[in-house]
T-cell receptor, first 111, second 114 residues
Framework: SQKIEQNSEALNIQEGKTATLTCNYT??????LQWYRQDPGRGPVFLLL?????KEKRKERLKVTFDTTLKQSLFHITASQPADSATYLC??????????FGKGTRLSVIA | EAGVVQSPRYKIIEKKQPVAFWCNPI?????LYWYLQNLGQGPELLIR????????DSQLPKDRFSAERLKGVDSTLKIQPAELGDSAVYLC????????????FGQGTRLTVV
């Protein structure tokens, strides 16, 4: 069956360091992958989208990579700040199928 | 521009009672989703609409859950009767026309069944 794994439930890093979150998937051929941020008590907020034919996407301090051979996406936050503390969700879709989400990784940036 | 609006924000009901959630998507968004999110988990799709048509409802427990999207705008999700295991956050999201577009989420309705 299709499976999306965000292999860290929680990640603690020091302020100023780069946070790297991982999303792996199996039995899936996504056309694109998205990353969302979710704060407690709120709905997810879209951050970045990367397509299957793209290797890397950047937006300000955020960088996403997509390796369809490894079936993996990496999400990086450079120069992390305490305000970056949140849960980060990856989501996959292909063709006309709806978004399927991973469980998320809870990031804590410590000052 | 207003985002996705959901109501109520919180709901506490006794088991076996009915409950309904309402969602107003962003204007012009033809795709509407209802997701369920348990604590510590990612959102799980319940149903997806393209305009008025439900195109993905395989994960909707049809014995107790129902949804409608009249006129392809607002949507209502109903549970009758509610069970203890239905306690969760119910999220509504919408997307603009086109493929590969992001989903815009509402704040969700936190349901507690006691």
């Amino acid at each position: 069956s299709q499976k999306i794994e965000q292999n860290s439930e929680a990640l603690n890093i020091q302020e100023g360091k780069t946070a790297t979150l991982t999303c792996n998937y199996t039995n899936y051929s996504p056309a694109y992958l998205q990353w969302y941020r979710q704060d407690p008590g709120r709905g997810p907020v879209f951050l970045l989208l990367i397509r299957e034919n793209e290797k890397e996407k950047r937006k300000e301090r955020l960088k996403v990579t997509f390796d369809t051979t490894l079936k993996q996406s990496l999400f990086h936050i450079t120069a992390s700040q305490p305000a970056d503390s949140a849960t980060y969700l990856c989501a996959l879709a292909s063709g006309n199928t709806p978004l399927v989400f991973g469980k998320g990784t809870r990031l804590s940036v410590i000052a | 521009e207003a985002g996705v609006v959901q109501s109520p924000r919180y709901k506490i009901i006794e088991k076996k009672q009915p409950v309904a959630f309402w969602c107003n998507p962003i204007s012009g968004h033809n795709t509407l989703y209802w997701y369920l999110q348990n604590l510590g988990q990612g959102p799980e799709l319940l149903i997806r609409y393209e305009n008025e048509e439900a195109v993905d409802d395989s994960q909707l427990p049809k014995d107790r859950f129902s949804a409608e999207r009249l006129k392809g705008v607002d949507s209502t999700l109903k549970i009758q009767p509610a069970e203890l295991g239905d306690s969760a956050v119910y999220l509504c999201a919408s997307s603009p026309p086109g493929t590969h577009t992001e989903a815009f989420f509402g704040q969700g309705t936190r349901l507690t069944v006691v």
